[in-house]
Each structure stands twice: as C-alpha cells, then as structure tokens.
C-alpha cells in the first residue's frame, strides 16, 4: 500500500512539473538544486505535489524591491518573504551603502515589529550587513518603527532596516529600507539600492555570516533618548497638569506600541490610562481581528467597548509597527465614533498652529506639509494663519525630503497623511504614531481644559472654514493578472475622463505620471512640479476632489473623495455632513466602483 501510494504521489509530481510554465520551472530548479535548506525544498516539492497554482505564483516573478523596500506574503519562492530574498536584499543595499560612503564606517540600525518571523528576518538582515563590515545597532525587542527612524538620527547612521508589513494581514511581511536622513529611500537612492539589489542573482553572492564582532545589541538607553524627545514635543504641559486624569484608552492591537505608549504618556503626565487586554500581547497571528488596521472599524471595536464601558475621553489605536493613529471620541450627541485619519490630521495641524502661537512660539518660517491626497482644509486653514503649506506625493518619504530641502531656510512642525500617519517635529524622519498619541492626549486634555471636546473642536474648524468629507474605497486585485487590471482601470480613466461628477462639472484633470495639470474647460496645460506617480485627479468647480492611486505597497488601487460644502450653525452639523455623504455615494456610483 505504500509504494502503491508512493508512486501515485511521483506520478503526480512529475505530471505538475512537466506542465509548469518554463520560466517557472528554471525558478524552481534553482531552488531545488541550489544552496537552499533541505525544508524549503521539501515544501516547494509539497507545492508541485498539492498546489501547483500556489507554487506558480511564488515563482512566476521576482517580488520586486520598491521604492520603499519590499512587502508580501510569507512563503518559499522568488515572490515570496523568506530569509533568501531578505538576505540577497540585504546584500544588494549593503553594496550600496558601501559605494555611497566610500572610505567611512558606515552604520546601520535594524528594527522588527511584532509578526511572525520578523525577528528571524532582522537578525538576518543584522547579520549580513554585519558581514559585509557594517556596524549594525540591533534592537534587543520589537520596537516600534519611528525609534528606528529616531535611532538612525540619534546614532548618525548612514542607513536602517525594519521588518514590518505595517498593517497587512498577517500572511504578510516586510522590509522598509531608510538612508541617513531617517527617512525612506528617495530619488536617486531608491531606484540605484534597486538597481544594486537585482544585480543579486544568486544566494551564493549573500554574505551570510562572519561579521559577528560587527553586532552591536540596543536596548533602553535608546528607548529613554526617544521618550525624551517626544516629551520635548509637548506644547502645554499645563494644560495636561489640570488634565492629568483624562480617561484614555489605547489599545496596541498585538503590535509594538505596547513597548513606548504607556511609557510616553505617562512621560507626559496622564495618569488615568486603561488599555485593551485582550490585544495588549505582541501577536503576529492578530488573534483578535482580521485586519490589524487602526483604519479598519472592526481593528478598534474592542477598545470602542472598553471606552464606553469606562466612559472615556478618547480612544487610541496603533498597528503593529506603531506607525498609524486611530482615534475614537464622543460625537456632539455623546455617541462614541472613529475620526477618519483626515480628520485627525486637521485637528492636529490646526493644534500646532493655534497651541504654538498663543504659546508664543510661532516662528515667521513656520511650514507644515500635507500629501496631495489629504484634505484641502489643512490648506485653507493654514493659509488663513498665515503658515506656509506644501503639498507632497504620497509618503512620508516624500515629507522627510522636503524638510531635508527647506530645512535650512524654514521650521517644520507637523506634517501628516489621511492614511492615519502623523509626524510631530522634525527629529525623526518617518510618521511615528508614538508621539502622535501622546499629542492626541494633550489635544483632547487642552480642549477640556476649555470646556470642549475633541469633536466639538472638529465642528468648530467645519464652520469657520468650510465642512469637507472625505471617504475612501481600496479595490483588491490580486495574483498575476491583478496589476494589469488596475493598470487597465487607470488608462481608462486617463484616457476618457469623466465630464461631470455628482451633477457637478469636472474642471481639472491632474495627471502626475505625466506631470501635468489640464484646465478641462479650455484646454491649458500647466507642469506639476513633483515628481511622477502614477495618481490621478479630479477636480470638481465646486472644490470636490477626486484622487485615484495605485497602491505602491498592496495589490490594491485606492480611490480619495473629498466633497465640501458649508456650514452656518454647529447644529445643523449632521444634516450638512449626511448631505455631503450623499453626494459621495453619487459619484462612487457613477465611477462605476459600486
């Protein structure tokens, strides 16, 4: 019965191999026949066996380093996160570095968040710079990632690694690559470390192992030099004082925040913080949702309950790399909801403006800086106040370069995305959700202080200089065909532009990928001084904007609404913003994303 099972279990597997595609199979005779451990070739013969579409797909591509480093699914195979395409990653931007700095030490610091297999992908990742001469800083723990960002300032290194896949789910991991700055790679290094790493074309180019005297481990002092800073951020510590038991709930969901929120907060002088228990544990398994997205409604729902249940002043999440803010507070009507991250963004751009000034310390050079997918209302309050306001690509890659630009001429003070990211001050280069729930509480603790709450902060900027809404629907395209599908989505879109939206004339069509804005009415072309992306805008004659992006990170295409209207009476609030949802819906449908 064995052999009888043995040999229909051959026949199977010669049958799958002989109709693999040929690209495919010289991939996988590679890996077979290569220096590789002898588990993940028996799991790619279990593949040829059982899941040839699945082995196909790990295979049928090299998963490619971006711009910002690689992200996907876990796995063996070329298109797949494994100790081999970390390790000739690795490699390709140690090469780099080391053609960069030429005749320096060159350093580096390497962090993980909280999912399975990101320490084993770090301590690879530590040890083949390692071996190729690097002085590496190697966190002990987890942490989250804008320490690493503030280590690479902190210690002058020329570089750092985090392995994180942000907020995918947890079949999902990743490695985000920073240069000297403490920013993500930008133009000319992004595309040359990527030029550097497909040079790589084999494991046997990787220096595994022998730079072990290279190894530095980190550990609280650098935790206390971070903490430090971000208390160094607080602009009315007065105001937390008479606060100080302002009800707060966070919640980690299973990532690294746990490491550096409470300690800030209590850094900051909050005494009264309640966290989440069943989502306080680092977990890369995200026991207790499907997304671990501060976004997603279902990652807070548990902290929604335990606010209610304590009666809160305000709600806080983090993902698992601690990058992205979520927050819940109490509507006008005392019914919790989650801000939206534009909404958040507003209420902390507005804060640093107004808490700066009657602090008295606004500067005359004071600049903040916004991705041109954010809310318009951060632009017209800031020019209202007289502060300058620069609007970038999509990243913070792209805010950490523009402060690198205007740094020596103007003050940066807060920049930040919709997509829940927030960076306060400039001594970290990336958005760090850390010090953003710190800022947050004392946001919430100064509005109290004045009677007020966050919200009601938030209807009071609608009504003095315009209500907006904003909404935003991600499209999932996954497997082979996925990218030509959105690609195919956004040349129709380019190509046959729509005429009118939500019974409103479209006016402007701004093109990023060709760096061109078009008046629709009369046909004027003006340049976009930015550089290409593949984005895509709409713009409305009563202000309305629509964006469409492909995302760089996820097989997913993201469309941004954002609608605006007035608002002459706090309480005519929920009409004004139910109205503008309406028009909303309208335009999703005759986009055809419904």
């Known amino acids: 019965m064995k052999l009888i099972a ?9 049958k799958n191999y002989c109709q693999m595609e040929a690209m495919i199979k010289d991939r996988v005779d590679k890996w077979l026949e290569g220096n590789y451990d002898e588990a993940t070739k028996n799991t790619i013969r279990e593949l040829i066996v059982n899941s040839p579409d699945e082995l196909a797909d790990a295979f049928y591509r090299d998963l490619e380093f971006g711009t910002g480093g690689l992200r996907g699914i876990m796995g063996v195979g070329t298109n797949r996160i494994n100790q081999y395409t970390i390790g000739m990653a690795t490699q390709g931007f140690a090469n780099y570095l080391i053609q960069s700095f030429p005749n320096q030490q060159i350093r580096m610091a390497v962090a993980h968040d909280s999912r399975n297999n990101s ?74 470390v990527i030029t550097e790493v497909q040079k790589i074309q084999s494991v046997d180019e990787v220096k595994w192992t022998g730079g072990e005297a290279n190894l530095h481990i980190l550990g609280e002092e650098m935790d206390k030099a971070y903490i ?41 002088g909050f005494t009264n913080l309640t966290l989440v228990d069943e989502q306080i544990i680092p977990d890369g398994n995200f026991p207790t949702v499907i997304y671990p997205n501060p976004e997603e409604s279902e990652a807070m729902s548990l902290g929604l309950k335990k606010a209610q249940l304590i009666d809160a002043d305000i709600l806080l999440g983090t993902d698992p790399d601690a990058d ?66 620069y609007n970038v690509l999509t990243g913070f890659k792209w805010i950490a370069e523009l402060i690198k630009s205007k740094e020596a001429h103007e003050n940066y003070i807060i920049g930040g995305e919709e997509s829940y990211g927030l960076m306060i001050g400039d001594q970290l280069r990336d958005k760090d959700a850390v010090s953003a729930v710190a800022f947050l509480c004392e946001m919430a603790a ?113 469309f941004y609404f954002s609608v605006q209207g007035k608002l002459d009476q706090e309480e005519d609030f929920d009409a004004a913003y139910a109205s503008l949802g309406d028009k909303i819906n309208l335009i999703i449908a005759e986009l055809g994303l419904v």
């Open 228 to 268: 430090n800073m971000v208390k160094g951020l607080s602009i009315y510590p007065d105001a937390i004082e008479r606060q100080k038991d302002l009800k707060i709930v966070y919640t980690p969901i299973h990532g690294t925040g746990i490491k550096l929120v409470p300690q800030v907060l209590s850094a900051f």
């Open 324 to 389: 992205r803010v979520g927050v819940g507070v109490k509507d006008n009507h005392g019914n919790w909801v989650l801000l939206n991250g534009n909404q958040t963004a507003v209420l902390a751009f507005n804060y640093m403006i107004e808490a700066r000034r009657k602090k008295g310390l606004a500067k005359d050079n004071d600049m903040v800086v916004k991705t041109i997918v954010t809310t318009d209302l951060i632009d017209i309050i800031s020019a209202k106040n007289e502060i300058k306001c």
């Open 119 to 192: 320490r084993f992908f770090a301590e690879i990742t530590a040890n083949v710079m390692a071996a190729n001469g690097i002085q590496v800083y190697l966190f002990d723990a987890l942490r989250p990632t804008p320490e690493l960002s503030f280590t690479i300032r902190h210690l002058q290194c020329q570089g750092g690694v985090v392995c994180t896949a942000s907020h995918n789910p947890k079949e999902y991991n990743g490695y985000k690559a920073y240069f000297d700055d403490g920013g993500q790679l930008v133009p000319p290094h992004d595309k040359n």
């Open 446 to 558: 100064y509005e109290k202080d004045a009677g007020k709450s966050l919200f009601t902060k938030l209807v009071e900027l609608y009504k003095e200089y315009g209500l907006f809404r904003e909404h935003l629907i991600s499209i999932t395209k996954k497997g082979r065909d996925g990218q030509a599908q959105i690609a195919e989505m956004m040349d129709q879109f380019r190509n046959n532009p729509p005429l009118t939206l939500g019974g409103v004339p479209v006016v402007g069509l701004y093109d990023y990928e060709k760096r061109e804005a078009k008046d629709l009415a009369n046909g004027q072309v003006c340049a976009i001084d930015l550089p290409k992306s593949n984005v895509l805008q709409f713009v409305l004659e009563d202000g309305s904007k629509i964006s469409a992006r492909p995302s760089g990170t996820e097989p997913k295409i993201k």
């Open 6 to 14: 043995f040999t229909a279990l051959f026949v199977k597997f010669v």
